[in-house]
């Protein structure tokens, strides 16, 4: 019985009739969002355009630049998302990302300000505990606005903001660096996020929330800890998750060290790295990204387990490409490889996110969301540039300056291991679905 009917006290037309939205002000709140996380993004990767001269001007280990961009960020943003999406569960959504938008966003403006190590530290983490804010609540208000049936491609688009988002940051920081220094490249992408906040607040409707299910929950909405063991409790989840994390940590690693890379073993000027790698990870990768929501839709509706076997053959399939990026000798063959495994960067998130919003209950989403990104961002944002860090200076005796392209070398071969925990998780897929519609959940 579907959880609207028992206990929620509602239909579908009832929800219809109080609750919907144009299909224009639904494609224009998902617009408004994307731009968002495209925000976020270009907050979030700013950084990693900006390693080397930051390296040079504060004089930092590889180790102290992979914390900065890793676990300095990641262990706040993705521990606050988990309580940060509890309270969207049961609070305005969009109030919630209009306060986390104006926290990163000042914060990053802010970087321009540092002059040592732990000052940087201090304000990434505040961009960090901004961030946790954005996009659980955004996946929840889009999965209450799109139908099933259309959840996957409009996660998809939600997701290019991963791409545009690095785009905007590679392009813009990489020039404006090389123009201006890397202080005054924090600034032109902080402030403009103040003025979006502005825009969110008072132009996004907070959405009905079941909508698009036809389904009313009035119920109180699940603690954390319920909400930890019913995932935990579908083996297809575990697999999603520790799926996703594992491509994170490859992807994560790529992004955040290619521009260092490239200037270190082929001196590239740091508008040169931004440009080549805003046009193919921009281009590549968020077509990647839309055709994973897409394919996964248009498969998904013969078996729904084509969620999970469309990113992990992608990941298989494009992985090989990753030891032709590191192996070149000439930055034209490193960068004309590159354009491959740029394609698979964040293809398996839509589809997943889907996934999760489909196993779940709907004051459950949030929190789904989150703790997905809990495990996702600890391993694969956290542990993915860290690692680079510790392994390119641990080979820097014996490989000099060429010790990053080794180390990323090393974690290139990871993602083989995501791609296999995506093939696991197909198995149960339908069983866990059929489970949570047994008890009620859908």
Not at 160 to 186: E, K, M, P, T
Not at 231 to 254: E, K, N, P
Request: net charge positive.
């Amino acid at each position: 019985m579907a959880e609207g009917q028992s206990g929620a006290g509602a239909t579908a037309s009832g929800a219809a009739a109080t609750g919907g939205f144009t299909p224009a002000y639904r494609w224009y709140a998902l617009s408004v969002l994307t731009i968002v996380y495209t925000v976020n993004y270009v907050d979030r990767q700013i950084l990693s355009i900006l390693l080397q001269p930051i390296k040079m001007e504060l004089g930092l280990s590889d180790t102290q630049l992979g914390f900065l961009s890793g676990i300095a960020f990641a262990i706040f943003y993705a521990t606050l998302g988990i309580p940060i999406a509890f309270l969207a569960d049961r609070t305005s959504r969009r109030n919630i990302i209009t306060v986390s938008l104006t926290l990163f966003s000042g914060m990053t403006a802010l970087c321009a300000t540092v002059t040592s190590f732990w000052q940087l530290a201090i304000l990434r983490i505040g961009v960090g505990v901004g961030e946790a804010g954005s996009s659980p609540p955004s996946h929840s208000m889009i999965a209450d606005m799109f139908p099933p049936a259309q959840r996957g491609a409009a996660l998809g688009i939600f997701s290019l903001g991963v791409n545009i988002g690095i785009l905007i940051g590679f392009l813009v920081g990489g020039w404006v660096a090389q123009w201006f220094g890397w202080r005054i490249a924090f600034m032109t992408v902080g402030l403009p996020g103040l003025v979006l906040a502005v825009i969110v607040r008072t132009t996004l409707k907070e959405p009905q929330r079941g909508f698009a299910d036809g389904l009313v929950d009035r119920r109180e909405a699940p603690a954390v800890m319920e909400v930890a063991r019913f995932l935990w409790g579908q083996r297809s989840f575990r697999h999603i998750a520790f799926g996703t994390a594992l491509c994170a940590f490859v992807g994560y690693a790529s992004v955040v060290w290619m521009p260092p890379f490239l200037a270190r073993s082929f001196q590239l000027s740091s508008g040169m790295i931004g440009t080549s790698l805003a046009l193919i990870i921009g281009f590549s990768g968020g077509l990647g990204t839309y055709l994973g929501g897409y394919l996964g839709d248009r498969l998904g509706k013969r078996d729904v387990r084509w969620n999970l076997w469309v990113p992990a053959i992608i990941w298989i399939v494009v992985s090989p490409f990753s030891f032709g990026v590191f192996m070149s000798e000439s930055p034209v063959w490193a960068l004309g490889f590159f354009i491959i495994p740029a394609f698979a960067g964040a293809a398996y998130l839509a589809p997943c996110l889907s996934m999760v919003q489909s196993l779940v209950t709907l004051r459950m989403r949030a929190v789904a969301s989150a703790i997905l990104l809990f495990i996702l961002n600890i391993i694969g944002l956290g542990l993915g540039p860290q690692t680079v860090g510790v392994l390119s200076d641990f080979y820097a005796p014996s490989a000099g300056t060429e010790s990053l392209r080794y180390a990323l070398l090393t974690v290139s071969v990871v993602g083989f291991w995501g791609a296999a925990h995506f093939i696991l998780g197909a198995r149960t897929l339908k069983a866990d679905i059929a489970r949570a519609t047994a008890q009620g959940i859908l």
